[in-house]
């Protein structure tokens, strides 16, 4: 189906606004480029001089060029043997800013009684302070392992499993509709690269957030421009 464009930068598809968030009992929300306004990877290696070269391989990871995100993950955390960790605390303190209209939407998305869960291809190490600062119910992501203050360029291995990737995603998703009693049709997906459509693709509604060309393929909204409360112009509170 073809996109509509409802206002300048907003394109709809495959449903017809508006709709009403009370419709829905979850809201999950990829971290990286979406909630947050970096692909932390790329600015931590960016202390050791590679953020061009990681950078290259999570921007063709994100469109869909490369299509094992678990090998692309392996790949740039390689390149990160050595980094101090004190290099993640200044990604934080320095770089990471919440997207505009963020706190909105999800404050927006919590009055109307949603739960919120952070599932991300990044770290634990990012998305504990994102979910604590935006007081989300649930998050998943990848921990880093440190030996001597160091990073090894591998990850801990979890009762879940070791990389969350977009199977990952849409398991979590569909995990938590479970345990809440609800239909993924409940479930809103919110993402900006390849790695997110798996979930986006079982949720009753997916937003994109300035995605990705296959990502705005696919999403019933997107967000081509402003900040994530411009989705508040389709859904009603």
């Given at each position: 189906?073809?996109?509509?464009?409802?206002?300048?930068?907003?394109?709809?598809?495959?449903?017809?606004?508006?709709?009403?968030?009370?419709?829905?009992?979850?809201?999950?929300?990829?971290?990286?480029?979406?909630?947050?306004?970096?692909?932390?990877?790329?600015?931590?290696?960016?202390?050791?001089?590679?953020?061009?070269?990681?950078?290259?391989?999570?921007?063709?990871?994100?469109?869909?060029?490369?299509?094992?995100?678990?090998?692309?993950?392996?790949?740039?955390?390689?390149?990160?043997?050595?980094?101090?960790?004190?290099?993640?605390?200044?990604?934080?303190?320095?770089?990471l800013q919440l997207n505009p209209g963020v706190e909105t939407f999800v404050q927006a998305?919590?009055?109307?009684?949603?739960?919120?869960?952070?599932?991300?291809?990044?770290?634990?190490?990012?998305?504990?302070?994102?979910?604590?600062?935006?007081?989300?119910?649930?998050?998943?992501?990848?921990?880093?392992?440190?030996?001597?203050?160091?990073?090894?360029?591998?990850?801990?291995?979890?009762?879940?499993?070791?990389?969350?990737?977009?199977?990952?995603?849409?398991?979590?998703?569909?995990?938590?509709?479970?345990?809440?009693?609800?239909?993924?049709?409940?479930?809103?997906?919110?993402?900006?690269?390849?790695?997110?459509?798996?979930?986006?693709?079982?949720?009753?509604?997916?937003?994109?957030?300035?995605?990705?060309?296959?990502?705005?393929?696919?999403?019933?909204?997107?967000?081509?421009?402003?900040?994530?409360?411009?989705?508040?112009?389709?859904?009603?509170?």
């Amino acid at each position: 189906m073809t996109a509509t464009q409802i206002a300048p930068g907003l394109l709809i598809r495959s449903i017809q606004p508006p709709l009403a968030l009370s419709h829905f009992k979850l809201v999950a929300f990829d971290m990286d480029s979406t909630l947050i306004n970096i692909e932390c990877i790329d600015e931590i290696a960016e202390v050791v001089g590679r953020k061009a070269e990681v950078a290259a391989i999570t921007e063709a990871t994100m469109r869909g060029e490369i299509a094992d995100y678990k090998h692309s993950l392996r790949r740039r955390l390689a390149l990160l043997r050595g980094v101090p960790v004190t290099a993640l605390e200044q990604v934080y303190a320095r770089h990471l800013q919440l997207n505009p209209g963020v706190e909105t939407f999800v404050q927006a998305c919590q009055n109307a009684g949603l739960k919120t869960l952070l599932v991300s291809g990044g770290f634990t190490f990012f998305s504990e302070r994102i979910r604590h600062r935006l007081k989300l119910d649930f998050a998943r992501a990848n921990m880093l392992d440190v030996h001597d203050g160091h990073l090894t360029g591998l990850l801990l291995e979890r009762p879940w499993g070791e990389i969350v990737d977009g199977a990952e995603k849409r398991r979590v998703v569909l995990e938590v509709c479970e345990l809440m009693g609800i239909s993924p049709t409940q479930a809103i997906a919110v993402g900006d690269g390849a790695n997110d459509l798996p979930m986006m693709a079982v949720a009753g509604l997916s937003i994109a957030y300035h995605p990705k060309p296959a990502v705005a393929e696919q999403a019933m909204i997107s967000i081509m421009a402003g900040g994530m409360d411009r989705a508040l112009e389709v859904l009603q509170r």
